[in-house]
């Protein structure tokens, strides 16, 4: 499948971001996180069996909700989109669709259902559907009366991506006019954590699990998984301009692929992975000059980082030299199912501040890795459009364009826009 901006269609922005991340329980507090380029890995209290412990990127245990995957993050993107409050919802119900993602189903779900009928705690099996791979888009549709299409794309680590691209595509086909978007993961656990240990994907901590982490660095040995995810509002353009709605970022297009070569490891001839960019510019009628900003996959494992930045090259061209690269699975673990979705979250926000997040532990570049990855400490920039780039395992490719929108746009909370004087600016 690949989703297009059409001649003719209705332009797709932001409107809202509800994301969380171990960095933070709000949109902001992650993002300023991000910025100082502090990291929110530790070690995790759980058995990893004799002489092993396992690291990750936890959030609070007080802010794991139990109202359903993704609707803490849905309720503050609706509010971050002023769709919540005392006034009437501006949009008809049925035509306000659901595309949120989990990749695998809600983990701790199945586990506690597994638990409980085996150690005979619950009087019957239960209701199993809370740890189907749709619990989400069921959650936050009902949790929110959205009567439009409810759709669980699973794309393993492309899922988020894959989620908005899809919503995009259906408020540009004419189906609906808003949507919630985005993908959620909750993966702390010794089941999961064993599984990408055994493949061998997992970072080795030697020290404090901060510096664990390191994209595009030389020394880097792989991943930690983290807790949290994004919903994003999508809307019609027209329509958030005439309820005086101030946008994020454009959705400008995207496409999706596969190489379908090894279970976790990209195709080492990455001529797919630059098809796809070129074909999401084309799409997006973004010229390769324009992008400013590449928000990466970024795993830090020994082959897939060289094969991105190869990938970016062959596609950008000359034009790669001037782009700002920003990896954040150092600073906020790698998501899974939920890492496209707050990665593209993060790259609006880019977008918002006109800020390019740093790549932090990335410090002995490696010779293959030869782009700007800014390294180290973050740094402000023009920002006209950017790309998200998501690589799931299993061979599952995903590429989306944003732009800055036309028009008003947002305001860091706190800048006095036009020229004003701001405490914090």
Not at 112 to 139: C, F, K, N, Q, Y
Not at 254 to 270: C, E
Request: net charge neutral; with cysteine; hydrophobic share 40%.
């Amino acid at each position: 499948m690949a989703e297009s901006s059409r001649m003719g269609s209705p332009r797709v922005v932001v409107t809202g971001i509800g994301l969380r991340s171990g960095l933070g329980p709000t949109t902001e507090s992650t993002w300023q996180g991000l910025r100082s380029g502090r990291s929110a890995a530790a070690f995790l209290d759980l058995d990893a069996g004799p002489g092993r412990v396992w690291a990750g990127f936890p959030m609070p245990a007080s802010e794991r909700d139990g109202e359903g995957p993704g609707v803490v993050e849905a309720r503050a993107a609706l509010e971050d989109a002023g769709l919540l409050g005392s006034g009437a919802f501006p949009f008809d119900r049925t035509r306000a669709a659901t595309v949120v993602g989990l990749s695998k189903g809600d983990v701790p779900s199945l586990i506690r259902r597994h638990l409980s009928v085996r150690h005979g705690t619950a009087d019957s099996p239960g209701d199993w559907s809370e740890a189907w791979p749709d619990a989400g888009a069921r959650a936050i549709g009902r949790a929110f009366d959205l009567q439009g299409p409810r759709l669980s794309p699973i794309a393993a680590c492309a899922t988020g991506v894959v989620a908005v691209l899809r919503a995009a595509e259906l408020i540009r086909q004419g189906v609906c006019d808003l949507a919630l978007a985005g993908a959620v993961d909750r993966s702390l656990e010794p089941l999961v954590l064993g599984a990408f240990d055994r493949m061998g994907a997992m970072a080795r901590v030697e020290g404090e699990p901060r510096f664990a982490v390191r994209p595009w660095d030389r020394s880097r040995s792989g991943f930690l998984v983290g807790e949290g995810g994004a919903v994003l509002v999508l809307e019609r353009e027209d329509l958030a301009r005439d309820r005086g709605a101030l946008p994020y970022a454009e959705i400008a297009g995207g496409a999706l692929g596969s190489d379908a070569v090894h279970l976790t490891s990209l195709d080492p001839n990455p001529a797919r992975l630059a098809r796809l960019i070129e074909e999401s510019l084309r799409r997006s009628a973004v010229e390769p000059g324009e992008i400013d900003l590449i928000n990466v996959h970024g795993t830090a494992t020994r082959v897939n980082d060289p094969l991105e930045c190869r990938a970016i090259r062959d596609a950008l061209g000359a034009d790669a030299d001037s782009v700002s690269c920003s990896a954040n699975k150092a600073q906020i673990g790698h998501l899974l199912g939920g890492t496209g979705a707050a990665e593209l979250a993060i790259t609006c926000l880019s977008i918002r501040d006109q800020f390019v997040p740093p790549t932090v532990n990335l410090t002995d570049p490696d010779p293959a890795c030869d782009l700007d990855g800014t390294p180290g400490v973050g740094r402000s920039r023009e920002i006209r459009a950017a790309l998200k780039l998501s690589l799931g395992f299993g061979g599952h490719l995903a590429v989306l364009v944003v732009r800055r929108p036309g028009g008003p746009r947002r305001d860091r909370p706190g800048r006095v826009p036009r020229g004003g004087r701001s405490d914090d600016s």
